[in-house]
Structure formats: structure tokens, C-alpha cells
């Protein structure tokens, strides 16, 4: 039987935090033997806010050795970086000429980072979210792993496939696949460590109020220790309760532990108590990538084989859709 495939991307702004982590690359590992898989790093999207260009190209490693250092294995999964497959912006061109410009003014992300911006809004932060249905449609993914703030993005996604296939296709000869969100149930919406009624988020001012994952096991305890938590007696998940909620999924992802026991375990504690075990649980969870993050990153020449090798892979694929949709949409062939 065909394996589904799914592709999925991070962008290289910085580090990387557990909610990145929990909310998507946790997630692509735990599947990757039984899917076909496509992860890049999204660097055309990096540039649709003000960037550094001189740690793009460094940000870009970083987040290709962290896949790897995660447990994304090559035999299984296809890594590159999303600028070097011309497809994605060729695609993202073609969409946009059958977009509607209102249903990206309504995209959430786009209002909020537009809000913070203030007045030097790009186009391409607008246009975000047509460049990452390029990145989805252009492999066929049947799925695509991500966390639950990409929902909005993927509904998008799936309208443009839908209006491009009703436009240029037929029922029996659709032009693209329409994808499916794989949005799981737990650590999908990690919040922040300052205020649990916030995302957790690499933009965020304040590094407290998330924890990287290339964070020493000092910052590690002093992130926790300042965190934002409540004074009601014993921990429980409660809805009422963001930050206690938050920490307590937070303690269970990492430890394996499932919710009741959680619940159970953590019942009678207090945070003087509480805090250090969840210190000690991140912890170790991420020393061992830590370990393997350093390893990698000595050796640049095995990164550039690997990201050619991905590159061209990805290449095939995406060159071939594209070909089928110019072809749909009536271009005179090369
Ligand atoms: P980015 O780089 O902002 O986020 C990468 C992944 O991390 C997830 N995520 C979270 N999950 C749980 N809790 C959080 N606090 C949290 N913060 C971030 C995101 O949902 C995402 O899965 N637009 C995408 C990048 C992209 C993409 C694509 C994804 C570009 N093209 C094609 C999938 C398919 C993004 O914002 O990434």
C-alpha cells in the first residue's frame, strides 16, 4: 500500500521552543515511519517580517540540525529548505492570482503581527498564507502535522485547492490534493510561561516566557521558577486555571505520565514542590537533543549533502505539480 504524505515546515526565526517542539516536530517523528515525509525550513516565510540577514542563513542550519537532532531520520523523511525550490514561489504567484484578497485581510495571524508592526506591513506578510498552501499543494500531502494556530492557515489551504479545482479541474481529474490538518488533541496550543493565556511564541519580548530548546539546564529552572502560577491550593487541570493547566500538560508530555496521573500525582503539591519536578523533566527530555543538536552542527558538510539531497527530492516532486497546474491553467508548455 501507498504511504499518505505529509509535509510540514518551521520557519528559521531563532530558536526553536517546546511549543514548536510539542506541537509539531514531536509529532512528525512519532509518524514519520509511516508516512511519506516532506519537512522544510520555511525561509521565504521568515522574510515577511523585518529579519536579520545576517543570521538567516545560520538560523537556517539551526533549525535543519534540529530536526535531525529531534529525531527526524533521512531514511524516512525528506529535509530542505523551502527557497531552494523555486516551485514554492512560482506556485505561490499562480495562487494568488485566483486568491480573493479578503480571505487573507481575515487571517488572525496576519492581523495580530500586522497590529504589532504598526505602519511597514509587507505584501508578502499578506500573502503568507498563499505561499504556505503552495508548500502543501505542490507535494500532494494527504496530511499536514502542525500545530493548532496553523488551523486557520490549513482551512485557507484547503479553499484554495477547492476553488482551483472547481475553477481548472474536474471532479475526476481534481489539480491538487486537498490536505487534511493533523492537529493533535495534547501540547498543540503550549502557552506562554508568563501569562497562560497566551501562545507560547518565538516573538514574544520576554524570554521567560519561553523555554527553547537549546536553553541550559540553568535558564531551564530559573524559567520555571519565575513563572506565572496561582495561589490556590493543591494542582489540578482546571479551565479556570490557565497557567496550572499549562504547566501540568507541560509535566505530562514530557514524563510520558497521562493526565490522571498527572492529576493524581500532583493533587495534594504545592509549586514550591511542583516546580522543580517540571524542571527536572524538561530537563531530560531535552539534553539528549541538546547532545545530538551539538554533534551535527560540527559537521556543515554532512548538512549541505543532506539538504542538497532534499532538495532535490522535493525538487521532483514539486516540479512536476507544477508543471500539471500550469498546464491546467493554460500556459504555452516550455
Ligand atoms: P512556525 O515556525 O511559527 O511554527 C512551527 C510549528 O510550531 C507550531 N507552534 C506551536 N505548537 C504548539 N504550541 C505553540 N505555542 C506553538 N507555537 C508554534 C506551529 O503550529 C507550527 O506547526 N506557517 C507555519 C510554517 C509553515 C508551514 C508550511 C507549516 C510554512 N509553510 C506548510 C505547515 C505546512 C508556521 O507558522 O510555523
Redesign the pocket.
Known amino acids: 500500500m501507498m504511504k499518505k504524505r505529509v ?5 528559521p ?1 531563532g530558536n ?2 517546546i ?2 517542539y ?4 514531536r509529532n512528525w517523528v512519532e509518524i514519520q515511519k509511516s508516512y511519506e515525509n516532506y519537512f ?1 525550513v ?1 525561509d521565504l ?1 521568515a522574510i515577511t517580517v523585518p529579519y536579520n540577514r545576517d543570521t538567516l542563513a545560520e538560523n537556517t542550519y539551526t533549525i535543519a540540525g534540529l530536526y535531525l537532532a529531534c529525531g527526524i531520520d533521512p531514511q524516512y523523511s525528506t529535509i530542505f529548505v ?1 527557497s531552494h525550490v523555486r516551485a514554492h514561489t512560482e506556485l505561490t504567484w499562480i495562487l494568488n492570482c485566483v486568491t480573493p484578497i479578503n480571505w487573507l485581510e481575515g487571517m488572525i ?1 496576519f492581523k495580530e503581527k500586522a497590529i504589532k508592526q504598526g505602519e511597514n506591513v509587507s505584501v508578502g506578510l499578506l500573502d ?1 498564507p498563499v ?2 498552501a503552495a ?2 499543494l505542490l507535494y500532494d ?1 494527504d496530511e ?7 488551523k486557520q ?2 482551512e485557507l489551504t484547503r479553499d484554495i485547492a477547492i476553488r482551483v479545482n472547481n475553477l481548472f479541474g474536474s471532479k475526476d481529474n481534481p489539480i491538487f490534493k486537498v490536505p487534511e490538518p493533523l492537529i493533535r488533541k495534547e ?5 506562554s510561561l508568563t501569562d497562560g493565556t497566551k ?4 516573538s514574544d519580548p520576554s524570554d521567560y516566557s519561553r523555554i527553547n530548546l537549546l536553553d541550559s539546564p540553568d535558564d531551564i529552572r530559573r524559567k520555571i521558577k519565575r513563572c506565572k502560577t496561582d495561589s490556590i491550593m493543591g494542582l489540578s487541570f482546571s479551565e479556570d486555571r490557565p497557567e496550572c493547566n499549562n504547566l501540568l500538560s507541560l509535566y505530562a508530555l514530557f514524563t510520558g505520565k497521562s493526565k490522571e496521573e498527572v492529576a493524581a500525582e500532583c493533587a495534594n503539591m504545592g509549586w514550591g514542590q511542583f516546580k522543580p519536578l517540571l524542571a527536572d523533566a524538561i530537563i531530560a527530555s531535552l539534553e539528549p537533543i541538546q547532545n545530538r543538536y551539538k554533534e551535527i552542527m560540527k559537521d556543515r558538510g554532512y548538512l549541505d549533502k543532506l539538504l542538497q539531497e532534499g532538495r532535490e527530492k522535493a525538487e521532483a516532486v514539486a516540479n512536476a505539480t507544477l508543471k500539471r497546474v500550469k498546464s491546467a491553467f493554460g500556459f504555452l508548455p516550455l
Do not use: F, W
Not at 144 to 150: A, H, L, N, R, Y
Not at 199 to 202: A, D, G
Open positions: 509535509l510540514s515546515g518551521v520557519q526565526t526553536l521552543h511549543g514548536n510539542l506541537g509539531a516536530i522544510c520555511v516565510h523551502q495571524q503568507y505561499l504556505m508548500d502543501i500531502a499536514v502535522p502542525v500545530g493548532e494556530d496553523q492557515h490549513l501540547g498543540a496550543r503550549v502557552m501562545k507560547m511564541s518565538k
